[in-house]
Every structure is written in C-alpha cells, then in structure tokens.
C-alpha cells in the first residue's frame, strides 16, 4: 500500500515590497512521504518569493519531468521552472530548452559543496538563476510551520521576514549565480 502525502494548509499575508506584490494566499502544500518538512518549506518560500498569477504547484517529487512549481502564459507556453533541491545538470538543461526562465532554490547543509562541484556546467546554462538558502535560517522556519498555519511573509531589500503570531524569522537567500543577459 503506498502511502499518503502529508497536507498542509497555509494563510499567508504575502507583502513584498521588492516587487510591490501584496496579496493574500491560501495554499495547499502536499508533503510527499519521502520529502522533509526543509523541502516543503523551500517550496512554500519560493512560491512566495515567485509569486505571480498562474503560478502552480506541481506534482513534485513523483514526476521526474516536472519541476516544483512553474508558470505557462495563456498560451500554454511554459514561462517559468522553478527547482528546489540540488538538480542534475541535465535536467538543468533540458528545463532551460523548455522555459524562458529556470530558477533554483539549493538549500540543505550539502548545497556549498554541490554548487562547487556542479557551477562550472550549471553556469553555461541560459536563462538560470540559482540561489541558495541558509539551513540554520530554514530549520527556524521549519519549527514554525505546522499543519495549518498562517504566516506574514515581508520582503524587502532581499530578506524574507517570517510571522506566525509566536514566532518570528528572517532569511535572505543567496544568489549564487543568474544567468547575464545579452543584447
């Protein structure tokens, strides 16, 4: 018998004055049996973080071929793959052949290391950014997240500032590289 994923249901009062973006979310977050609650709550920061209409959740972690969440304009044209995790080169790929935009969220205490042994491949890629979240800063947001919950999310200058009522944290993730635009 296979077993179930984990839901989770989050309010959150998003307010990011990077991109002048306020909007009230409720979201449902599907916890795959094999995913940490670390991974989860990366998909829930990038999603946030992304925020724009049509922005989706995927099937995740039991379909090879789809990202984490991703965007397709009202044509059906894929716009946006966004990856949590540390992705393999190829998929890397392939997603920059399918999507105008391809983003990576690494986190994990192994992510330095992953981005120093994959960077020279990753970095011939077009269309890529890629940035990494501290892990000290994501456990803190893990022990605020519970089954239901609701959050203010703040950005601004870069920084994610996380409340829950009892609760509050920031992180600011890294970019470690973003693809340069050309004329």
């Not at 989050?10 to 909007?23: M, P, T, Y």
């Not at 949590?84 to 690494?106: D, M, N, S, T």
């Not at 990494?132 to 609701?150: C, F, G, N, P």
């Not at 994610?160 to 004329?183: C, H, I, K, W």
Request: net charge negative; aromatic share 8%; hydrophobic share 40%.
């Amino acid at each position: 018998m296979a077993l179930k994923p984990t839901i989770y249901k989050a309010q959150v009062e998003l307010a990011d004055s990077d991109r002048n973006c306020f909007e009230s979310l409720s979201l449902t977050l599907a916890k795959h049996p094999s995913e940490t609650l670390e991974r989860m709550a990366v998909r829930l920061l990038a999603y946030c973080l992304n925020y724009e209409r049509g922005l989706e959740f995927t099937r995740g972690l039991s379909t090879a071929d789809e990202p984490d969440l991703w965007v397709h304009s009202d044509g059906g044209e894929l716009q946006s793959w966004i990856d949590v995790g540390q992705p393999e080169e190829p998929r890397l790929r392939k997603a920059c052949g399918k999507a105008r935009q391809v983003i990576v969220y690494a986190f994990a205490k192994s992510a330095s290391t992953w981005w120093r042994l994959n960077s020279d491949a990753i970095s011939a890629l077009p269309r890529l950014q890629v940035w990494q979240l501290d892990w000290e800063e994501l456990a803190a947001i893990t022990d605020m997240l519970e089954r239901k919950v609701q959050l203010n999310i703040s950005i601004v200058g870069g920084v994610m500032y996380l409340d829950n009522g009892s609760a509050s944290v920031s992180a600011e993730p890294t970019l470690l590289f973003r693809t340069q635009a050309r004329d």
